[in-house]
């Protein structure tokens, strides 16, 4: 972890549901051990969709890091998994990511509309750039 470097999620869950989620599709620290600490503090503290996480909290939380791989370009859906693969959705300067293996997330069709809602991109808007990537997950989602 201190001699490589990746892009990298980092969620927190509380009772088993979603309390934060931030990460990096490329790296922007130094090692994935930073991007790590960095994507873990912004998680509980500027994930826009959740209050700041309280102290009081901290034992009741599980947290999972998701440790990206090279990202493909891929010609069309028939390329995904969401079981194996995450997605990111591209259209001019809008990006929306979904991790793979996610909970409820069965099909490709909701990994991408998902994936698009996230990024703001309609559903008929068409001439959209679609990238999969593996991850190497660790933690509470393992």
């Known amino acids: ?14 009772g088993g549901a979603l309390r934060g989620c931030i990460g990096t599709i490329s790296p922007v620290c130094r090692n994935v051990a930073e991007e790590i600490i960095q994507n873990a503090v912004s998680a509980g503290i500027h994930d826009p969709r959740f209050p700041s996480v309280r102290k009081e909290e901290l034992s009741l939380l599980e947290y999972s890091v998701d440790v990206l791989g090279e990202t493909e370009k891929i010609r069309g859906e028939d390329q995904l998994d969401p079981l194996r693969y995450g997605v990111i959705v591209t259209k001019g300067r809008k990006r ?13 069709g909701e990994q991408l509309s998902i994936a698009r809602q996230k990024a703001g991109i309609r559903e008929d808007e068409t001439d959209v750039q679609l990238e999969r990537f593996e991850v190497i997950r660790h933690g509470a989602k393992s």
């Open 1 to 14: 972890m201190l001699q490589t470097r990746a892009g990298v999620f980092v969620s927190i869950h509380k």
């Open 96 to 108: 929306g990511l979904l991790l793979p293996n996610l909970e409820g997330v069965d099909t490709v």
